[in-house]
Every structure is written in structure tokens, then in C-alpha cells.
């Protein structure tokens, strides 16, 4: 038990497999005084789809930031394809093969759906180096229809399209990159049911065709057994659960996340003061 271990916790330990793509182990990250991760072990292996489980302020989003060079861990190593991977930015991470498309998504209201498609990887002409718009046009275009999401005007700002469109946008800007790992962060947020199943059916066919692999924070534990080959579940800033989806259910997935609920608020209790956890919560949790 290392001296950040609460009593009763489980922490994953490090592991990997012959085809992994990307390892970290024992990446830490705090802000100030306020822990974000403690001892991080995750790796993920080529053509697998990762599904990030936790509550809110669990770590996932800082996990993934990490992962695409958006933040810098404290502590811990990480690598890419079995090399040392430390992306000084997000850039840089792109540059070495993983993407990722944040909460905010990083769109421009202001420029149209096809212009932020290519945004930062814009299509020039040649040799002079004005935009190419209608290469990009035409190409996000098939980016869009590939995915299946409705757009019908493409040229339009992206300010006045639904919520759903947007992350639509967002979404197939990452997948018609050149990415060997894809990062989702909550990818179906802000989604209806039809858009959000056709995300997921995007992401079928990516495990299927097993050239890409993708990590990505979901909510809803249905869709985590549906479309992921294994889950990893984040708790307090560390990883204490990592089973193939096939191994496991959501009623086993609920019960630790209600397990955690209850060991939070007895360590809280106690941090308080009062000793003992009080007598309801100590029935409920018999």
C-alpha cells in the first residue's frame, strides 16, 4: 500500500500486452493542493476501443489531456508504439499519431462547418499558399457523410448549428486525420439518441477495421459494454477497475461505483471528526 492508498482500495496495477500502442504507469498530477491523479496504470493495445468510466472529478478528462499533450503529469512515464512519449503539446501529439477532441470541442463559431473540419490543417494551394477551399469542401463533405450525420450546408458558420451537429463536426475532424490513437472526451454530450447512436456506429467501424485505436470517456455504462472491447474504471485519481466488457455488467459496475460513493463519504466522515460513519449510512451500506 503506498502511502496515497486508502484502506480497502484497489489500485490496477501496471500491465501490458505483445501489441500495445500506448502504456502509462504511475502518472500523478495535482493542482495546487488539489489531487487530480494519484497512480495512474493504463495501456491500450492496437484496434482496441477503451471505455473510461467515473464519477465527476474521478480524473478521466485530466487523464486524456495528459495523453494528448494538453497537460504535463508530475510524476510517471509513459510510451507510444514502445518508445519514451512525452508530447510537449498538443500539436506535437498530434504530430506522433494521437488525436483527440476535447468537452469544448475547439470549433470557430464564426467559420464555416468545412473550415473547421481543417482548422489548423488547412489545404493550401500551390505555389501560392492561398486555401484550397474547395478541396476542403469537398473532402469534409465525405468526412461528414462517412459518419452520417446530416449537415445539409457545409458552408454555413458553425454558430447555428445544433449541439449535436457541432459535436458531429468535432468528432469528424479527429477521425479523418492521420491518428493511430483517437482521445474522446464524452463524446455523445450534447447528442440525441439517433445522432449518438450513429457516433457509436462510427466507432464499430473503427474496431472493426483494427488500424485505429481509441479511448474515450463515456457515461452511460450501456454504451461503454456496447461499443468498447474493454473498460477501465477511474476513482479518486486512480484506476481500480480494468476488465474486458465481456467480463462484466452493469449492475457489477454500479455496485463499485456505489462502493466508492459510500467509502467517500465514510473518509469524509471521519476527516470531520465524528470517528464512525453515522448509523444510516452504516445500515445502508450492510
Given at each position: 500500500?503506498?502511502?496515497?492508498?486508502?484502506?480497502?482500495e484497489h489500485?490496477?496495477?501496471?500491465?501490458?500486452?505483445?501489441d500495445?500502442?500506448?502504456?502509462?504507469?504511475h502518472?500523478?498530477k495535482?493542482f495546487g493542493p488539489?489531487?487530480?491523479?494519484?497512480?495512474?496504470?493504463?495501456?491500450l493495445?492496437?484496434?482496441e476501443?477503451?471505455?473510461?468510466?467515473?464519477?465527476n472529478?474521478?480524473g478521466?478528462?485530466?487523464?486524456?489531456k495528459?495523453?494528448?499533450?494538453?497537460?504535463?503529469q508530475d510524476?510517471?512515464?509513459?510510451?507510444?508504439?514502445g518508445?519514451?512519449?512525452a508530447?510537449?503539446s498538443?500539436?506535437n501529439?498530434?504530430?506522433?499519431?494521437?488525436d483527440c477532441?476535447f468537452?469544448?470541442?475547439?470549433?470557430i463559431?464564426?467559420?464555416?462547418?468545412?473550415?473547421?473540419?481543417?482548422?489548423?490543417?488547412e489545404?493550401?494551394?500551390?505555389?501560392?499558399?492561398?486555401l484550397?477551399?474547395?478541396v476542403?469542401?469537398?473532402?469534409?463533405?465525405?468526412?461528414?457523410?462517412?459518419?452520417?450525420?446530416?449537415i445539409?450546408?457545409?458552408?454555413?458558420?458553425v454558430?447555428?448549428l445544433?449541439?449535436?451537429?457541432?459535436?458531429?463536426?468535432?468528432?469528424?475532424?479527429t477521425i479523418?486525420?492521420?491518428a493511430?490513437?483517437?482521445?474522446?472526451?464524452?463524446?455523445?454530450?450534447?447528442?440525441?439518441?439517433?445522432e449518438?447512436?450513429?457516433i457509436?456506429d462510427l466507432?464499430?467501424?473503427?474496431?472493426?477495421?483494427?488500424n485505429v485505436?481509441?479511448?474515450?470517456?463515456l457515461?452511460?455504462?450501456?454504451?461503454?459494454?456496447?461499443?468498447?472491447?474493454?473498460?477501465?474504471?477511474?476513482?479518486?485519481?486512480?484506476?481500480?477497475?480494468?476488465?474486458?466488457?465481456?467480463e462484466?455488467?452493469?449492475?457489477?459496475l454500479?455496485?463499485?461505483?456505489v462502493d466508492e460513493?459510500r467509502r467517500?463519504?465514510l473518509a469524509?466522515h471521519?476527516g470531520?471528526?465524528?470517528?464512525a460513519?453515522?448509523?444510516?449510512?452504516?445500515?445502508?451500506?450492510?
Open positions: 500500500m503506498t502511502d496515497a492508498q486508502f484502506e480497502g489500485i490496477v496495477a501496471p500491465s501490458s500486452a505483445a500495445d500502442v500506448l502504456r502509462v504507469e502518472i500523478t495535482s488539489t489531487v487530480a491523479l494519484r497512480d495512474i496504470n493504463l495501456h493495445r492496437k484496434g476501443v477503451l471505455g473510461l468510466l467515473g464519477d472529478g474521478a478521466k478528462s485530466t487523464l486524456i495528459i495523453l494528448c499533450g494538453f497537460q504535463k510524476g510517471g512515464e509513459m510510451w507510444l508504439k518508445e519514451d512519449y508530447p510537449k498538443v500539436d501529439a498530434r504530430s506522433l499519431g494521437v477532441v468537452q469544448d470541442l475547439a470549433l463559431d464564426e467559420l464555416s462547418v468545412f473550415h473547421n473540419m481543417y482548422l489548423r490543417r489545404k493550401l494551394r500551390s505555389p501560392i499558399p492561398f484550397n477551399n474547395i476542403m469542401k469537398r473532402e469534409a463533405r465525405k468526412a461528414l457523410d462517412k459518419i452520417g450525420i446530416n445539409p450546408h457545409i458552408d454555413v458558420p454558430a447555428r445544433s449541439g449535436g451537429q457541432r459535436q458531429a463536426i468535432a468528432v469528424a475532424r479523418s486525420g492521420d493511430d490513437i483517437i482521445l474522446l472526451d464524452e463524446p455523445l454530450a450534447a447528442m440525441g439518441a439517433k449518438g447512436a450513429q457509436l466507432i464499430q467501424r473503427i474496431k472493426e477495421e483494427g485505436s481509441v479511448v474515450m470517456i457515461h452511460n455504462m450501456v454504451h461503454v459494454l456496447t461499443a468498447c472491447d474493454r473498460v477501465n474504471l477511474i476513482q479518486d485519481g486512480v484506476i481500480g477497475l480494468d476488465k474486458p466488457t465481456a462484466t455488467s452493469v449492475e457489477e454500479t455496485e463499485i461505483m460513493y467517500a463519504r469524509a471521519i470531520n471528526g465524528a470517528g460513519a453515522p448509523a444510516e449510512d452504516t445500515a445502508a451500506g450492510a
